[in-house]
């Protein structure tokens, strides 16, 4: 409703993780090239946590945009199933047939299709969203993925990614030989006040903004205090203070108007 009032050409704190949108700081920075250097490297497994709402599935949309076509993805969203049936999804996305094969053959089929894949000089990526989620026994089973190797590098990348809590269970003793099968791992940090300043700036002027400064400094004091710089709170902040203005006919966001939608 605000969008003709302030001038944009889209919303500017949508809640999907459009990466046109990832503002690049320093944590956003090194976590895509921590990600693509993993990839490119076959290091095998690598993992990236962070909290709640922290902007994880934007800079995984942001490492697919990154990856040419010789890489193959497949990724999943955690839920309670089995190897063979995540195999059957992966087969999917591959576009392998997974029909009527026991799991020692879905494997067998899997390995196949890898060293084909990488004679021909392509690279295999398999990214697992909300991997807090997974079982002791579901990342022992996705390790065994892990196995599938030349002498000389892995066939399979697995990007792992999740909220703190995986952290803790790969800490756990009976999972000791996975983590000792993480090359890599990244933890993304909450923004700065700086860069949450920095990252309002670059999502209007993406929205198409051409105005003067939208948000007076303690209206950003105020966003920072209460998002602590969980973008997705900024989000959801920001969105509901254009509402506020553009009902309220203001043209610039202060501290009052944004102490009335918090």
Known sequence: MYLDFFGFKEQPFNVTP??????????????????????????????????????KTTVINALLERLDDSHRISSLVHSNMS??????????????DASGKSKS??????????????????????????????????????????????????????????????LHLMNSLEL?????????????????QDEMETYVEHRLKVAGYQGKRLFEDGALEEIYKFSEGIPRLINAICDRALIKACVSGHRKIDRKLLRKVM
């Open 18 to 55: 459009d990466p046109k949108f990832l503002n690049f700081s320093e944590s956003y920075q090194d976590a895509l090239a921590y990600l693509i250097y993993g990839i490119r490297m076959r290091k095998g497994f690598v993992v990236l946590t962070g909290e709640i709402g922290i902007g």
């Open 83 to 96: 190897l063979k049936d995540m195999l059957r999804f992966i087969f999917r996305d591959y576009g392998l």
């Open 105 to 166: 053959e879905l494997l067998l089929n899997l390995q196949e299709f890898l060293i084909r894949l990488d004679q021909k000089g392509g690279n295999a990526v398999l990214i697992v969203d909300e991997a807090q989620n997974l079982r002791s026994w579901q990342l022992e089973e996705i390790r065994l993925l892990s196995n599938i190797e030349t002498a000389k590098r892995k066939l399979i990348q697995i990007v792992l990614v999740g909220q703190p809590e995986l």
């Open 176 to 192: 000791k030989q996975f983590k000792q099968r993480v090359s890599l791992h990244f933890h993304l940090t909450t923004l700065t």
